[in-house]
């Protein structure tokens, strides 16, 4: 299975992830974004937010 992962040392908090799927992505209590573990990841929903991400730190991998 394809699961979203987070750079998160190139990731500027933009929270567009959030915004353009907030099923996967979320803000954390310590600041940084996380991604949620779901038997299934909603593919288009995801691919949207590794397209609008402005520092490219969104990408799949393999389980």
Not at 2 to 22: A, F, R, T
Not at 27 to 36: D, Q, R, T, W
Request: glycine share 2%.
């Amino acid at each position: 299975m394809k699961v979203p992962d987070v750079d998160l040392s190139k990731c500027n908090l933009c929270e567009i992830c959030v915004e353009v799927c907030p099923v996967v992505f979320k803000l954390n209590k310590a600041g940084y974004i996380e991604v949620a573990e779901l038997s299934m990841y909603p593919l288009t929903e995801v691919d949207e937010a590794i397209k609008n991400c402005p520092e490219d730190c969104i990408f799949w991998v393999d389980d």
